[in-house]
């Protein structure tokens, strides 16, 4: 059979896109299958635009508290729809930025809807028209991810939404139930809030951020309880319903039954793989529940296929599937690699205060039988911090005995998700917190709470 390309990538989202340029760079022929927007949900419906709007909803809540830094402000108009439009401009300039490095590093993108025909062969329902079958000496899978949803429930766009329906939306809600208080759904709340909806947050397990470590988790609560959002935890959504004017939402806990009544829900209860019509039976690709199953090295169980990103489930998060798209890479091309490790990739939540985590939490770690000393330091003694009047919140380090290396971390608080990567470049460097006690942080910073919470794992904490 005839090979159009060394290496086929079929989805144009933050894994399959960055693979095509590593291919690129290492002299591979390389084409990539896109049948909407180059850059996938993250830039165009996900990750970015939410960014946009939360940086916007920090702004709404400095204005309103100026007689805290010695400023009157009166007459202050908050308008969404602008802040929703500039959202749509950050995401369209990161867009055309994708499109630009596609041509410059010679990347063929076939626009339409690809489907496996072989292991390593696809036919590509153009959107101009037409099929076209291409070939390949491997292929990979990024085809991402879609919002799930409620059994019984389809989202309409107007009372029930998504998370891509809450971004092109451009009208505020003037009330909102949100279902799911994972990182989607606290961060909706948060930038709804901060504009004056009333928001009402509803979780099935015990508290929010119910992934994350639970003192961290308790801390997020209060930050939100001071921010008039309503959390309801242990608490089962039983059914919703569309009315004329808004919608309904039953639900039950420990209490009983009860009806919450807003303008919209928002269904935040995570992802589904993008799995279906992509003929993985038709090859025999393994699947469990619908995710493909990869080994270390993203490989599927067949030769030449790889499987990157969410369609996998290891951990569905955007900067998570580039890194998996650059290993499977450079694994096809014979480069030096190290198998995937979950527990080297950070988590963030951008929620008012943020929560960035890697690795094990400190239960997780006492439940598998490991020996641990943490070390933990609040902002509240951190000059930068308190300098800011962002101050909520701490930073702990979980170290694994004996040897001392860092096996999971966690901070609540400012740019938690811009602190974090000293801890998770510790962990894969195999530093220990000794080495990052006696690193030298400049003063007055934020990261020295990380320097403190280090000093803190060792029993020698200097401001605590």
Not at 320 to 346: K, R
């Amino acid at each position: 059979m005839e090979i159009d390309y060394d290496l086929v990538i079929l989805g144009g989202g933050p894994g399959g896109y960055v693979a095509a340029i590593r291919a690129a760079q290492l002299g591979l022929k390389v084409a990539l299958v896109e049948r909407e927007h180059l850059g996938g949900v993250c830039l165009n419906w996900g990750c970015i635009p939410t960014k946009a709007l939360l940086r916007n909803a920090e702004v709404a809540r400095l204005l309103g508290r100026g007689k805290e830094f010695g400023f009157t402000v009166e007459g202050v108009t908050l308008d969404y729809a602008a802040a929703v439009a500039r959202s749509r401009q950050v995401s369209e300039r990161l867009v055309k930025g994708v499109t630009l490095l596609m041509k410059q590093n010679g990347i063929e993108v076939l626009w339409g809807t690809g489907r496996l025909t072989g292991p390593t062969t696809i036919e590509v329902t153009l959107n101009e028209g037409g099929t076209r079958t291409v070939t390949a000496r491997a292929l990979i899978l990024a085809t991402g991810s879609t919002a799930r949803t409620l059994p019984g429930v389809t989202p309409d766009g107007v009372r029930v939404l998504t998370a891509r329906h809450a971004l092109a939306r451009r009208e505020l809600p003037a009330s909102a139930v949100i279902i799911g208080a994972g990182p989607i759904g606290l961060e909706f709340a948060t930038v709804w809030s901060a504009y004056g909806a009333q928001v009402t947050v509803v979780e099935m397990l015990e508290h929010a951020l119910p992934a994350e470590d639970e003192e961290a988790a308790k801390e997020l609560e209060r930050a939100l309880k001071r921010q008039k959002i309503k959390l309801l935890t242990t608490t089962k959504v039983e059914g919703v319903e569309p009315t004329d004017s808004g919608v309904r939402v039953r639900v039950s806990n420990a209490r009983g039954e009860q009806t919450l009544e807003a303008e919209v829900a928002l269904i935040a209860i995570g992802v589904r793989p993008n799995s279906d019509n992509l003929g993985l039976e038709t090859v025999g690709v393994a699947t469990e529940r619908g995710w493909v199953k990869v080994n270390g090295f993203m490989q599927t169980n067949l030769p030449g296929l790889y499987a990157i990103g969410d369609l996998n489930g290891l951990l569905p998060l955007a900067h998570v599937a580039s890194a998996q798209g650059l290993l499977a890479v450079e694994h096809f091309a014979g480069q030096p690699v190290h198998p995937f490790d979950v527990h080297a990739m950070p988590r963030g939540t951008y929620t008012s205060p943020q929560v960035a985590s890697f690795g094990l939490t400190e239960a997780q770690a006492r439940a598998q039988g490991r020996t641990v000393r943490v070390g933990k330091f609040p902002f509240l003694a951190n000059g930068k911090a308190l300098a800011l009047a962002d101050y909520e919140g701490f930073a702990k380090i979980v170290a694994e005995e004996p040897g001392g290396a860092v096996i999971g971390a966690v901070i609540v608080g400012p740019e938690a998700t811009e602190l974090l990567p000293e801890l998770v470049l510790a962990h894969t460097a195999e530093l220990t917190p000794e080495e990052i006690a006696r690193t030298v942080h400049a003063h007055p910073t934020l990261n020295e709470t990380i320097m403190e919470a280090a000093h803190d794992v060792l029993g020698q904490a200097l401001h605590k």
